[in-house]
């Protein structure tokens, strides 16, 4: 079991009533883009500890994390009272194989996530690697409103350092939004409107696609691609569906 390390809170950014960023300073281990640590708060004389993945790329500093208040969560509640100077736990290695490394070269890479679940993609961006190993990048965030969709910034600048090689595609569940996709990613998949809309088609010989966040998304999106041809990407039988389910 790795160790806790104090962590010190730099910012707790408050985007809505339910997303909300923590930075924070703390001497955490090297770790790959879309690994996850533990966080931990000790809530009435007991340690409560969740994972989360870092938004952060590695050696950044102060590590970042994106997460969102579930009902009646206990951590992700607490953790919306913490202010700049307060304590937080933070294991100090890192884990998971949600990472690129796990992940076959081609073409296109497509990047799926569904509300805090792109906080991994934003670690992998910002490294070489998926510039070098891959023509294009797709990246796609499912929220239910408009002001879900944060880190517009991030995504903008990735837009200007890598052109058309960079392609962003917002899904908005519950309003019109101009330049989203209204509904789920699944259905987009089956009807050919995610295709339409960024103008690169969903291939086993050329995509590689990577699925984080609601674990219902995950299910059905991988049923779509199976039904295209796609399969798991596992280390003994390479495919081209990586997941990672947050609940
Ligand atoms: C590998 C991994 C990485 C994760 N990374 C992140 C992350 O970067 N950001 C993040 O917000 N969460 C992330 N999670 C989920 C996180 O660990 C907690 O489960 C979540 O914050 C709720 O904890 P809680 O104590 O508040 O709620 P609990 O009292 O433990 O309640 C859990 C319930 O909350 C709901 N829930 C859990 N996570 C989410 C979510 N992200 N969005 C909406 N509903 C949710 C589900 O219904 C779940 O059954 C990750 C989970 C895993 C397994």
């Given amino acids: 079991m790795s160790e806790w390390v104090q962590g010190t809170v730099i910012e707790n950014i408050h985007w809505t009533q339910n997303l909300f960023s923590l930075r924070i300073n703390a001497p955490v281990d090297d770790f790959k883009a879309g690994q996850f640590t533990s966080l931990g708060l000790d809530i009435d004389g ?55 490394d796990e992940v076959p070269s081609a073409k296109t890479l497509w990047l799926l996530g569904t509300g805090t679940g792109v906080a991994p993609y934003f670690s992998m961006l910002k490294t070489d690697e998926p510039w070098q190993r891959f023509e294009r990048v797709v990246l796609v965030h499912a929220v239910r409103q408009h002001s879900d969709l944060r880190y517009q910034g991030l995504i903008d600048e990735l837009s200007h350092e890598y052109g058309a090689r960079f392609v962003f595609q917002a899904f908005v569940s519950r309003e019109d939004v101009n330049g989203a996709i209204k509904g789920r990613i699944p259905e987009a998949i089956n009807s050919g409107e995610l295709e339409r809309s960024t103008g690169i088609a969903i291939t086993a010989e050329d995509s590689q696609l990577m699925l984080c966040g609601n674990p219902e998304m995950v299910a059905d999106t991988t049923t779509a691609l199976k039904a295209r041809g796609l399969s798991k990407n596992r280390r003994r039988t390479p495919g081209q569906i990586t997941v990672e389910k947050y609940w």
């Fill in 46 to 100: 007991e340690r409560t500890a969740r994972p989360y993945s870092f938004l952060s790329a590695p050696g950044q500093q102060p590590i970042e994390f994106f997460f969102y208040t579930a009902t009646d969560g206990v951590l992700s509640n607490a953790m919306v009272a913490l202010e700049a100077g307060d304590e937080i736990f933070v294991k100090r290695e890192a884990n998971g194989f949600f990472t690129l």
